[in-house]
């Protein structure tokens, strides 16, 4: 079985752009998680869906947003790119039945640099 | 929110040694206590994880213990070998009902020397 993957591997955007990196979860998994991890440091959480729906959000500014398709993929857009927001992205999946304890499984994930 | 401290932060070990990392969380509402592992350009490899009604789980090489009393997690590699190499996160799963959000210690550099 396939796991989790996102595209593109690697973007290279300059401050102001826009990015939107997606992912697709693992089959049978409805619940996707994105992640920032900057260089050095662990990853921290930026948004969950379940089902479609936003079921929780990080200490992120407005300019990220997500979406999760009907088929469970899905995007997270980045708006007016700052060189801060130069990092790896991660997309979990999980079946996201169980709230606290939901086994998250990691994907690849697409390198951000803002130049 | 959840806070998570990880040491040590580098470690460093001789081949067929064991490495021991321990995670301190805060939130007494968590359950589950997973590990995972980071290589250089990859994601992070789920490698072992324990909820919080057992108090330790074993898959060959690797282990995980919990203390839920004082609030801490590790994780014990034996017969360390090269490939084992790569920083190493605890991840607890804090009570949410905003999301199931794992928060992330800092991360430990596991180098085995062969």
């Known amino acids: 079985d396939a796991g989790v993957t996102q595209s593109p591997t690697h973007l290279i955007k300059t401050r102001g752009q826009h990015v939107t990196l997606r992912c697709s979860p693992i089959?049978?998994?409805?619940?996707v998680s994105w992640y920032q991890q900057v260089l050095g440091q662990g990853p921290q959480f930026i948004f969950q869906?379940?089902?479609?729906?936003?079921?929780g959000r990080g200490n992120f500014p407005d300019r990220f947003s997500a979406r999760q398709f009907p088929n469970y993929s899905s995007e997270l857009n980045v708006n007016a790119l700052l060189l801060g927001d130069s990092a790896l992205y991660l997309c979990?999946?999980?079946?996201?039945?169980?709230?606290?304890?939901?086994?998250?499984?990691f994907g690849p994930g697409t390198r951000l640099t803002v130049l | 929110g959840e806070n998570v401290e990880q040491h040590p932060s580098t470690l460093s070990v001789q081949e067929g040694d064991s490495a021991v990392i321990k995670c301190t969380y805060s939130?007494?509402?968590?359950?589950?206590f997973p590990w995972y592992k980071q290589e250089l350009g990859k994601g992070p490899q789920l490698i072992i994880d324990?909820?919080?009604?057992?108090g330790e789980k074993k898959d060959q090489r690797i282990a995980v213990t919990l203390n839920k009393t004082a609030k801490h997690f590790s994780l014990h590699i034996t017969e360390t070998q090269p490939e084992d190499s790569a920083v190493y996160f605890c991840?607890?799963?804090?009570?949410?009902?905003?999301?199931?959000?794992?928060?992330f210690g800092e991360g430990t550099q596991l180098t085995v020397n062969p």
């Open positions: 991840a607890p799963l804090p009570f949410s009902a905003s999301g199931s959000r794992l928060t």
């Open positions: 979990a999946s999980s079946l996201g039945l169980e709230r606290s304890t939901d086994t998250q499984y």
């Open positions: 939130d007494s509402a968590s359950n589950y």
């Open positions: 324990i909820r919080s009604n057992v």
């Open positions: 869906y379940y089902e479609k729906e936003e079921r």
């Open positions: 089959s049978g998994h409805k619940s």
